[in-house]
């Protein structure tokens, strides 16, 4: 799929193949991209065996060959040398807008673009792990692996409220070594907190990667009449006429999104605020190649 | 102004719906769930502050639109003078034309009355009387205008009378109008009377002022003798009594009925009690039945007999049936029952042959079986032009209209006001639809 023509979210939203989605978003992903976002690929050598007709005579052991006069090829087993956790809020608060298959909640947004990259970051070779919901998978590679991650995420409906300070620790723990931690969240939570679990994970030596995942009605509040909102987490009403406290809304939306980018500038986390009107293609494009630049 | 469906005017209460649809529909906050509350600050309800009515012009536009549509359904005529000058302008014309005027003649009289008619009908009519009060209930449905009665008749004297006038309309106007000059003299046939001598022929000779009544023997050879078609049924001590009494009625003779007509006189008493009670009657539908019937209920003679008798038909010599009471005798019960019995009329009677009635009630039957001609008709002296002068009177300016009556209303006009304010309601709605949207425009480029 050309970059031009991203899919759009809704059409993404009514595929249930979350490999398929995987792959149409990689897809329009990767095509122009020239080297690889995530460093840290290497192959490791496993052992030598006999050349058999038609093996690449590049891996052919030329020294072993001079002393032995026997031909032999050299095996490398594929290793990683990165690790990628995906954190993905499972809450509820992500199952917005409510009720509506064919609607692209921020949960199966944020579903995406972790299959996505869990995707790329698993074709480069390097392991992916997942924490969403009750799933927990350690940071493994290979294909049959990433399969299972995207199976797991797939199957994980948000429910109840998302303790973000815990998980994001926990992942951070797990990752055995230098890593990558990739948060996908609309980080309704202690901003305090999270920013200090954040940087303690940056300073265990992972690369903090922030996608905050709001829609668009989140942003503008573009309703006009008396409204009761229901908190979606805790329960909590409020009645408010939603054209009067428009301005305030957004007045406070704004200053909270730029606390995040501010925050995460100041600590050297990778921020992206996603919208999810906009096609997850563009959003991942334009993340993958700031890190390039 | 007037309301032709004043009923509707009711429904001037449907002005509070808009208003109270603009107060309660802010009453309901719709549930919305949200991801999150902490950037929402509480604001006033709108239904609380609209305690003052916001958007009152287009609240009063929703209001005139069912006031407008509320007045169109009571159909308003409001009257001009302009409106009221064409109504007195106009003329609508009832014409009463008497039988015995021809239709070219009528027809002339009509159309040389001035002005022309805005509407007009003709009424062809053998009384007076019957034309007028037809007449005067059209005029009444007419739409409003000058109202006129025109009569075309002969009008000879008797034909009509001021108290058949005076159940006109005052605001009505009578004209009359005499086409045709009356004859001096004229002849006709009245009818036949019979007698002890036999069956005579009466003519009745009008000539000027004066009339002359003509019995001649009759020359048709069908005629019967003096015997009456009226068949007697008593019991042998009466019979001797009523014969003298048939006797008495034709000695003063009596008007002959017509071949055809014929009656069954049943004289019940202790003897024939039984009899009496035997007889099935059947009601009296034949017309002339019913006319000798009616005749005898008039005729005060008889009635006046019958009040001062003490006889009675008890239920033991009233007969089966269906009958009518002729007569009602001082006892309170019925003297004389009427009904019919095959092709005869049937008249069964309590009263003593030996009393003042029987032959009272003998005369009163034979006449009522009669058939004669009408003198009025055939009037040679006509109401003097004097009089029908005095009679006659312009029609005046109308009245109040009757509400079914009227020809035109203005509803008309205010449908369109009705569509004009829906047109108006419409584009405030889209004007203030397109100011909330500027508003989200631009502070949606500020968030970002």
């Known amino acids: 799929m050309a970059i031009d023509a991203p899919c759009p979210p809704e059409v993404l939203a009514s595929v249930g193949d979350l490999e398929l989605v995987a792959r149409i978003v990689v897809e329009g992903l990767v095509s122009g991209l020239h080297r690889s976002p995530f460093h840290g690929y290497s192959a490791e050598f496993s052992q030598y065996r006999r050349y058999r007709p038609g093996d690449d005579l590049k891996y052919v052991d030329w020294k072993l060959l001079a002393r032995t006069d026997r031909v032999y090829t050299k095996q490398f087993r594929e290793t990683t040398n990165m690790a990628a956790s995906f954190v993905v809020d499972a809450s509820t608060s992500m199952d917005f807008p409510p009720g509506s298959i064919a609607a692209m909640t921020k949960f199966r947004y944020g579903v995406i673009i972790a ?114 909102f229901a908190d979606l987490e805790s329960g909590a009403r409020l009645a408010v006429n939603a054209a009067s406290a428009r301005r305030d809304y957004r007045d406070a939306v704004a200053d909270f999104l730029e606390r995040m980018r501010s925050r995460a500038l100041a600590e050297g986390f990778h921020y992206t605020l996603v919208v999810t009107d906009t096609a997850p293609e563009r959003a991942l494009r334009s993340f993958l190649l700031s890190r390039q630049a | 102004m007037i309301w032709l469906n004043p009923v509707a005017l009711v429904a001037f209460v449907a002005i509070a719906a808009p208003i109270l649809i603009h107060i309660l529909a802010q009453r309901r906050a719709e549930r919305f769930v949200f991801p999150t509350l902490r950037f929402l600050r509480p604001t006033r309800l709108t239904s609380i502050r609209r305690h003052v009515l916001e958007d009152r012009l287009l609240l009063a536009v929703r209001s005139a639109i069912v006031a407008a549509a509320v007045a169109a359904v009571a159909g308003p005529v409001i009257v001009t003078p302009a409106r009221r000058d064409a109504w007195n302008r106009r003329i609508v014309r009832a014409v009463v ?117 003509i019995d001649l023997p009759t020359r048709d050879r069908t005629a019967h003798t003096a015997a009456l078609p009226i068949e007697v049924v008593a019991s042998e001590r009466a019979n001797a009594l009523v014969d003298a009494a048939l006797t008495a009625v034709l000695a003063r003779r009596v008007w002959s009925p017509p071949p055809g007509r014929r009656a069954q006189f049943f004289v019940s008493d202790d003897d024939t ?33 019958a009040a001062r008798t003490l006889e009675v038909l008890g239920d033991d010599r009233l007969p089966k049936g269906p009958w009518r009471t002729v007569a009602m005798s001082a006892a309170g019960g019925p003297l004389v029952v009427a009904g019919a019995s095959g092709d005869r009329l049937l008249v069964v009677s309590a009263a003593s042959p030996s009393s003042a009635v029987m032959p009272i009630l003998i005369r009163a039957l034979a006449n009522a079986m009669a058939e004669t001609s009408d003198l009025t008709q055939a009037e040679v002296l006509g109401i003097p032009d004097e009089q029908l002068n005095a009679w006659s009177r312009p ?43 500027v508003v989200d425009v631009g502070e949606t480029v500020r968030v970002a």
Request: charged share 25%; no cysteine.
């Open chain 2, 395 to 437: 029609a005046s300016a109308p009245a109040q209209p009757r509400l079914d009556a009227l020809d035109i209303d203005d509803r008309r006009w205010l449908w369109v006001v009705v569509l004009a304010l829906l047109g108006a309601e419409a584009w405030l709605r889209r004007s203030a639809r397109g100011r909330s949207t």
């Open chain 2, 273 to 305: 009690a039984s009899l009496a009670r035997s007889i099935a009657v059947t009601a009296a539908l034949t017309p002339w039945m019913a006319e000798a019937i009616a005749r005898m209920i008039r005729d005060t003679d008889l009635q006046q007999a």
């Open chain 1, 115 to 228: 299959a996505a990259l869990a995707h790329v970051v698993s074709g480069q070779g390097d392991a992916v792990g997942l924490v969403a919901g009750n799933v927990v998978l350690p940071a493994r590679g290979g294909r049959q692996h990433l399969r299972r991650l995207l199976a797991s995420l797939a199957s994980i409906a948000p429910a109840g409220a998302w303790d973000g300070l815990d998980v994001v620790r926990g992942a951070a723990d797990r990752l055995s070594r230098r890593g990558l931690l990739i948060v996908v969240s609309d980080f309704y939570d202690d901003e305090e907190r999270m920013t200090t679990e954040l940087r303690r994970a940056q300073r265990m030596g992972h690369e903090v990667v922030l996608f905050q995942v709001l829609t668009r009605d989140e942003i503008e509040l573009p309703y006009s009449r008396d409204l009761e």
């Open chain 2, 97 to 213: 034309v008497d039988a015995r005027v021809t239709a070219s003649d009528a027809s002339r009289a009509s159309a040389a009355r001035e002005p022309r008619a805005y509407r007009a009908a003709d009424f062809h009519v053998t009384t007076l009387v019957d034309g007028l009060r037809r007449a005067t209930d059209w005029l009444g449905q007419a739409p409003p205008a000058r109202r006129e009665l025109l009569i075309v008749a002969p009008l000879t004297i008797g034909s009509l009378s001021p108290s058949d006038l005076a159940a006109v309309p005052a605001d009505v106007g009578i004209a009359f109008e005499r086409p045709t000059s009356l004859p001096t003299l004229r002849t006709i046939r009245w009818g036949s009377v019979r007698s002890s001598g036999g069956t005579i022929d009466r003519q009745v000779r009008l000539d000027g002022v004066a009339t002359s009544v």
